[in-house]
């Protein structure tokens, strides 16, 4: 199983910058997709911006201009620039991968990075 470790969360001002990080980690793997999603508390988990293998990236209207998502070079890990932060920002954000295994194929999460923007 792959495991998806996220780094970067914390506590900003409104207008700052913080950039989250996520590693993919594992044997006999490879990842199409990958990206970050967000959760509100009751909600549903939203999407806010993916990166295919190619390099092609998507983003909510929300997050245009102001995040940026990129791939390393090893494509197993995935970076989110988040600038110019506003408050509504402020939620748990997910890590996201495709993940295509020997047998199968699978969406993997990781546990979560709390972000906090303050007014």
């Known amino acids: 199983q792959v495991q998806l470790v996220e780094s970067g969360g914390g506590l900003v001002r409104a207008g700052g910058s913080l950039r989250l990080s996520c590693a993919a980690s594992?044997?006999?793997?490879?990842?199409?997709?990958m990206g970050w999603y967000r959760q509100a508390p009751g909600k549903e988990r939203e999407l806010v911006a993916v990166?295919?293998?190619?390099?092609?990236?998507t983003y909510a209207d929300s997050v245009k201009g102001r995040f940026t998502i990129s791939r390393g070079n090893a494509k197993n890990t995935v970076y989110l620039q988040m600038d110019s932060l506003k408050p509504e920002d402020s939620i748990v954000y997910y890590c996201?991968?495709?993940?295509?295994?020997?047998?199968?194929?699978?969406?993997?999460w990781g546990q979560g990075t709390q972000v906090t923007v303050s007014s």
């Open positions: 996201y991968a495709d993940v295509y295994a020997r047998y199968s194929r699978y969406d993997q």
């Open positions: 594992g044997t006999g793997f490879s990842i199409n997709t």
């Open positions: 990166i295919t293998s190619g390099g092609i990236p």
